[in-house]
């Protein structure tokens, strides 16, 4: 019987075969593996439970470093700015990881069944042993997906239901309870967060994403900052760079192209933010990029 790594590094081996990140079927739900470690990443992460299944993996938050590998689980709870780079994997051993974005609607579905309390207090990305039933969880969940993909429309909402109740009951708990307290500042603040993700190639005004969180602008400011650990003009930047540079690197657009593209005005302005985030220049990092594509 296939066991959750071989169902996941076979999805995974199909639809990226050279490594990388590979969507499903599932809403939500996508495979990661890796044939060497890599580079840095920035990104700014959805609340996700990813679960390691082979391989270790590295991710910073502010000053933390959360190291993980196969048999961890790491939780995000919230909107967050991180650096990333996984640390172990090979051809013989890549690195394979299950990642689920978690679903504020299902959770909290959950906790009013579950009639268990929100916890302020919890810390919003933490890692932990995966529990025994969330593996199964997610194992039954693969094969559906991959051995019985014909009865997806009618048990893929259960399977991903069943995923969330496990993380909920488990040690990762209370952090994601947070998501679920009705009218709380993280809703409140979730709106703005999606307001910003639709809209960060143009100008959103601080008084508008207050007010899209039933706020003042001294308390949105205030939360805002709380749980993204950014303040809403930084969170823009860095969706608009880590857009740019994907855009760059993926798709071979020039860097005064991707400049206006995500909202620059000013050329020269993004050059020297994009160098004080990623550490160099632009052109120099996709000169760098195609010359390693051409020695590949």
């Not at 880590?242 to 000013?266: T, W």
């Not at 020297?272 to 990623?278: I, N, Q, T």
Request: overall charge positive.
């Amino acid at each position: 019987m296939s066991t959750l790594l071989d169902l996941v590094r076979g999805h995974a081996d199909a639809h990226a075969p050279g490594g990388g990140i590979a969507a499903t079927p599932i809403a939500g739900l996508s495979t990661v593996h890796a044939l060497a470690p890599s580079g840095l990443g920035h990104d700014i992460q959805r609340p996700l439970a990813c679960l390691v299944l082979q391989g270790a993996k590295e991710v910073t938050m502010g000053a933390r470093t959360f190291a993980f590998a196969a048999g961890d689980t790491l939780v995000i709870a919230a909107d967050l700015p991180t650096e990333s780079r996984i640390v172990q994997a090979s051809a013989a051993a890549p690195y394979c990881s299950l990642v689920l974005e978690i679903d504020p609607a299902v959770v909290a579905d959950l906790v009013a069944d579950m009639d268990v309390a929100p916890d302020a207090g919890a810390p919003p990305i933490g890692v932990e042993p995966t529990d025994a039933e969330l593996a199964e969880a997610a194992l039954q969940l693969m094969r559906l997906l991959l051995v019985r993909p014909s009865a997806l429309p009618v048990l893929q909402a259960q399977r991903v239901r069943e995923m969330h109740y496990w993380l909920l009951a488990g040690r990762h708990g209370p952090a994601i309870r947070r998501l679920a307290w009705p009218n709380g500042s993280a809703q409140r603040v979730a709106r703005a967060v999606a307001a910003l993700r639709a809209g960060y190639d143009r100008p959103l005004p601080v008084e508008r994403l207050a007010a899209l969180s039933d706020m003042s602008v001294s308390a949105f400011h205030a939360h805002f900052r709380a749980a993204t650990s950014l303040t809403p003009l930084q969170f823009q930047k860095r969706l608009r760079l880590i857009e740019a540079r994907r855009r760059m690197l993926a798709d071979g657009v020039a860097a005064s192209v991707a400049a206006h593209g995500v909202g620059y005005a000013s050329v020269p302005q993004f050059t020297r933010e994009y160098a004080r985030m990623f550490g160099q220049p632009p052109t120099r990092e996709t000169d760098a990029a195609r010359q390693r594509a051409q020695a590949g």
